[in-house]
């Protein structure tokens, strides 16, 4: 920020001395340009701060945008986790079928999934929130523990195919919810949102045993093609919406239907164990776009507006009259 400023303000006095020798140059034909009074439209004559003023806001956002790191984490996390965000995530070989998100252009099921789950914690507080996630297919192993950075969940979920970590069998989804609430049965009471994703192609609806007392919300979001199979291994694989409904009855949790759309801001909000995220009114990034947009509109937009508006209406009006007349004398 500080070099951000340095520089905008190295640019604001650049401008400043353009401007001021500009206006020398003006002033030598200014009765040409403006008529007998010299001088421009009233609002026109703050172009010139206002030019500056637009450079200085340009430079800044852009020197703010190049120095950002996006991996970077925007608050220091806080020693003790009072809330904990528990993820129990398929990945079965069908995970990693196309036939998921909202574009046109179909993704994996599995990159998606992960899509979903960003935007969940790009809307929380993330200073006291921890991020637990067990993986699971025929059998279940934690994959990350109590962790703050939530960009790496975009890492797990990004295209890895993590079914090579298990041997081939049935998936069960059972041993995943199991594994979480082990994991979890620790914690402090109702600290803790579970959230379980999967495209439902299972042997069957799943045992689900007795959550702990650390769950305070459970979240079932359902990815892959509803109503279209693909083939996979010998079978078609769609997502089992049914069974996916069955799973969220027995958790008491809240079924999304997630292949096309991100979690409501409503649902996340209404969670008992997060907290939307705390942040300042402009973050790094969109303090620097609209800098930046601010700026470059300034400076683009004066150029037109001062040709077509900068001289007083008097006078153009009667340019405007001496040249018709010029013409109708010509014809």
């Not at 929380?124 to 523990?145: C, E, G, H, N, W």
């Not at 295209?159 to 970590?165: E, N």
């Not at 027995?250 to 759309?261: E, P, S, V």
Request: proline share 5%.
């Amino acid at each position: 920020m500080v070099i951000a400023g340095v520089i905008a303000m190295l640019g604001l006095g650049v401008v400043a001395l353009a401007e001021w020798l500009h206006a020398r140059r003006v002033g030598r034909v200014a009765r040409l340009a403006f008529g007998p009074g010299g001088r421009a439209a009233a609002w026109a004559r703050v172009a010139p701060a206002a030019r500056c003023v637009g450079v200085a806001l340009a430079a800044w956002g852009a020197i703010v945008l190049l120095k950002y790191d996006p991996v970077a984490v925007e608050v220091t996390p806080a020693p003790r986790a009072s809330r904990q965000l528990l993820v129990v995530l398929d990945a079965s070989p069908s995970m990693n079928l196309k036939d998921a998100g909202s574009g046109p252009e179909k993704m994996t099921r599995m990159r998606w999934a992960g899509r979903v789950v960003q935007g969940v914690l790009d809307r929380l507080d993330m200073k006291d929130t921890r991020i637990t996630m067990v993986a699971f297919y025929s059998s279940a192993v934690p994959l990350l523990q109590d962790t703050t950075d939530k960009n790496l969940i975009s890492s797990v979920m990004g295209g890895v195919p993590l079914y090579t970590a298990f041997r081939a069998g049935e998936t069960d989804m059972g041993a995943g919810v199991q594994k979480a609430f082990e994991l979890s049965r620790g914690w402090a009471r109702g600290s803790t949102t579970l959230v379980v994703i999967s495209d439902g192609d299972l042997s069957g609806v799943p045992a689900i045993p007795k959550a702990p007392a650390s769950i305070a919300d459970a979240i079932v979001i359902g990815v892959g093609d509803p109503d279209r199979a693909t083939e996979i291994n010998g079978h078609s694989s769609r997502q089992d919406e049914w069974t996916m409904r069955q799973v969220a009855a027995k958790l008491g949790a809240y079924f999304h239907q997630g292949n096309t759309k991100h979690l409501p801001t409503e649902v996340v909000e209404k969670l008992a164990s997060l907290a939307p995220r705390v942040s300042r009114l402009l973050s790094e990034r969109e303090a620097g776009l609209a800098a930046i947009g601010a700026g470059a509109g300034l400076v683009g937009l004066i150029g037109p507006m001062l040709r077509v508006f900068g001289v007083p209406r008097s006078y153009a009006r009667s340019v405007r009259r001496t040249a018709s007349q010029a013409a109708a004398r010509a014809a």
